[in-house]
T-cell receptor
Framework: GQNIDQPTEMTATEGAIVQINCTYQTSGFNGLFWYQQHAGEAPTFLSY????GLEEKGRFSSFLSRSKGYSYLLLKELQMKDSASYLC???????????FGTGTRLQVFP | GAVVSQHPSWVICKSGTSVKIECRSL??????MFWYRQFPKQSLMLMATSNEGSKATYEQGVEKDKFLINHASLTLSTLTVTSAHPEDSSFYIC????????????FGPGTRLTVT
């Protein structure tokens, strides 16, 4: 099975950098996704890691280490609108489905 | 592109009644659709995977007779919550995937169900 853990809540200041970690125990997966979700809305896709290493996409970067069983999402130059929940998810081998982590609620303060 | 809609966006129903939620892919053909449930301040829990023209695959602990899923076409899947109870009150979100578009799932805006 998959146990995918994230910190429940984090706070940060506008303009700062924040790293949201995701640790997992899974038998194997195709790739790891990060989604952003504002309250009452659908998740929106941020990034997808298949290979180990860093994927950079503007202010957001995501890192994966399969051997260490963790990923992180790095948010730079934080803005107030970045206050949201951030969800990591894995796609198990031979399936199309996504198994989501526990989610992290990020609050950005001025 | 890759827009997914859900209808209704919110619904209130009485205990014991059934509610149908529609999920449509507007500008692509969804070979696979997924249904999730999300309780307040919690993450998304996958309920079932549905492929067009075949029976849905339910996750462990999800009652298939209570949550009826139909994926009659490549652009429409429906979730019917039968004999709803207050504990079924939740945010139901669908997502859709087209293999031609890659691995990403595209999420609908969600449906807020409240059972009184």
């Amino acid at each position: 099975g998959q146990n995918i853990d994230q910190p429940t809540e984090m706070t940060a200041t506008e303009g700062a950098i924040v790293q949201i970690n995701c640790t997992y125990q899974t038998s194997g997966f195709n790739g790891l996704f990060w989604y952003q979700q504002h309250a009452g809305e659908a998740p929106t896709f941020l990034s997808y890691n298949v290979l180990d290493g860093l994927e950079e996409k503007g202010r957001f970067s995501s890192f994966l280490s399969r051997s260490k069983g963790y990923s992180y999402l790095l948010l730079k130059e934080l803005q107030m609108k970045d206050s949201a929940s951030y969800l990591c998810a894995v796609s198990p081998y031979n399936t199309d489905k996504l198994i989501f982590g526990t989610g992290t609620r990020l609050q950005v303060f001025p | 592109g890759a827009v997914v809609s859900q209808h209704p966006s919110w619904v209130i129903c009485k205990s014991g009644t059934s509610v149908k939620i529609e999920c449509r892919s507007l500008d692509f053909q969804a070979t696979t659709m997924f249904w999730y449930r999300q309780f307040p301040k919690q993450s998304l829990m996958l309920m079932a995977t549905s492929n067009e023209g075949s029976k849905a695959t339910y996750e462990q602990g999800v009652e298939k007779d209570k949550f009826l899923i139909n994926h009659a076409s490549l652009t429409l899947s429906t979730l019917t919550v039968t004999s709803a109870h207050p504990e079924d009150s939740s945010f139901y979100i669908c997502s859709a995937r087209d293999v031609a578009l890659g691995s990403e799932q595209y999420f609908g805006p969600g449906t807020r169900l409240t059972v009184t």
